[in-house]
């Protein structure tokens, strides 16, 4: 059974920045590609970032691009989001996934971690 924990949320101030962690348990971590994605009340989650098994490949949302990176550590089995420059309409809560492919859609993704909460503040 694969599992996704995903840790690091808090309380930030505008322009600060905080690192997320996704360990990715239950299966060889280069099995997976993995996923970031955030969810805001009233608002169906979105796409954020991706990277590839290998970790040759990364994509990001238009929104984030510039200011957030993602990378893994397979010795960790662990993902990461750096979150740079946060702003206010970053607060959300941010799910880690792994899939089988690096991809926007979340409905390829098979397995989910329970969310970790980031807010922003003015």
């Known amino acids: 059974q694969v599992q996704v924990v995903e840790s690091g949320g808090r309380l930030v101030q505008a322009g600060g920045s905080l690192r997320l962690s996704c360990v990715v348990s239950?299966?060889?971590?280069?099995?997976?590609?993995v996923g970031w994605f955030r969810q805001t009340p009233g608002k169906e989650r979105e796409f954020v970032a991706t990277?590839?098994?290998?970790?040759?490949?990364?994509h990001y949302a238009d929104s984030v691009k510039g200011r957030f990176s993602i990378s893994r550590d397979t010795a960790k089995s662990t993902a990461y989001l750096q979150m740079n420059s946060l702003k206010p309409e970053d607060t959300a809560v941010y799910y880690c996934?792994?899939?089988?492919?690096?991809?926007?859609?979340?409905?390829?993704?098979?397995?989910w971690g329970q969310g970790t909460q980031v807010t922003v503040s003015s």
């Open positions: 996934a792994a899939g089988v492919r690096a991809v926007l859609l979340e409905s390829l993704y098979k397995y």
């Open positions: 990277i590839t098994r290998t970790s040759n490949s990364t």
């Open positions: 239950g299966r060889t971590f280069t099995d997976y590609a």
